[in-house]
């Protein structure tokens, strides 16, 4: 073969310099090809957004609308219903919870059938007490000049007291039992142990309390006039007894001590 045919076979290699100046040309193409895409996006983007907005405006009515036909509906059917005065939900049924069954053993057993028995019969004892009221004897009729003199404490308070003949009236250091104990809680246990021996009425009692407070002071004197009433009749003592009046009532509040905050409250101890 000859020289020409060997170089006509044979491609020169691309230069450097030719690849440089292609490559602007590529990425001048690519750009404009994004800068389209971007461009047709964003319209298609604010179309939809258009859509959007009217079909959320469209609704919003809608909801508005069904919302106030609803609450119409629900008032006129409460105006129809009759109104009653048991609670919401008083004529449910209380949901009865499953019993859940545990085996006890013959002393459990025989333990468990002892308490109810025994609260079974304390029942029944305070039922037959609240039933049969105890027969009390009638008030002794007091001479002119009789005077019977006790004392009550409760607390800090000290009352003495003095029964005399009369229809009933009560002085509490030279006032009315109304101005010196103006809540009828305490009115109600000083007058305890007249109502409960029926000397509401018979007899005047002049008393002079000291000490303590005002609650105090009315357990001091309820507990004066039980002890005078033992005086006045014997036979009253076990019914007074009984419900309590005769028994002193010694709870007092606790006396502070040498190094201590309170009565028993100590100071914080820090090691370091």
């Known amino acids: 073969m000859s020289e020409e045919e060997n170089t006509e076979d044979v491609t020169p290699e691309e230069t450097p310099e030719a690849a440089a100046e292609e490559t602007p040309a590529v990425e001048e193409v690519v750009e404009e090809t994004a800068e389209v895409e971007v461009e047709e996006t964003a319209e298609v983007e604010e179309v939809v957004e258009g859509e959007v907005e009217g079909a959320e405006a469209e609704g919003e009515v809608d909801v508005e609308e069904a919302a106030t036909e609803a609450a119409e509906e629900v008032v006129a059917e409460q ?10 939900g008083a004529d449910l049924e209380p949901l009865a919870e499953p019993e859940v069954e545990v085996e006890l053993s013959a002393e459990e057993r025989a333990a468990r059938e002892a308490d109810e028995e025994e609260r079974a019969a304390r029942e ?32 800090r308070s000290v009352a003495r007291v003095i029964i005399l ?15 010196y104990f103006p809540r009828a809680r305490h009115r109600t246990v000083v007058n305890s142990p007249l109502v409960a021996t029926g000397y509401e009425s018979n007899v005047n009692i002049k008393i002079r309390v000291h000490g303590g ?4 002071q009315a357990g001091a004197v309820r507990h004066g006039i039980a002890r005078a009433l033992t005086e006045v009749d014997p036979e009253l003592r076990p019914e007074l007894k009984r419900r309590g009046f005769l028994t002193r009532d ?15 409250k100590r100071p914080q101890f820090s090691k370091r």
């Open 79 to 88: 105006e129809q219903k009759p109104k009653s005065d048991l609670p919401p």
């Open 124 to 155: 029944a004892a305070e039922a037959e007490d609240e039933e049969a009221p105890v027969a009390r004897p009638a008030p002794v009729s007091l001479a002119k000049d009789d005077r019977f003199i006790a004392t009550g404490k409760r607390k």
């Open 165 to 179: 003949p009369g229809d009933g009236q009560i002085s509490i250091n030279d006032r009315e039992i109304e101005e």
């Open 213 to 216: 407070g005002i609650s105090g």
């Open 250 to 264: 010694a709870r007092a509040k606790e006396r502070r001590k040498a190094g201590l905050k309170k009565a028993r």
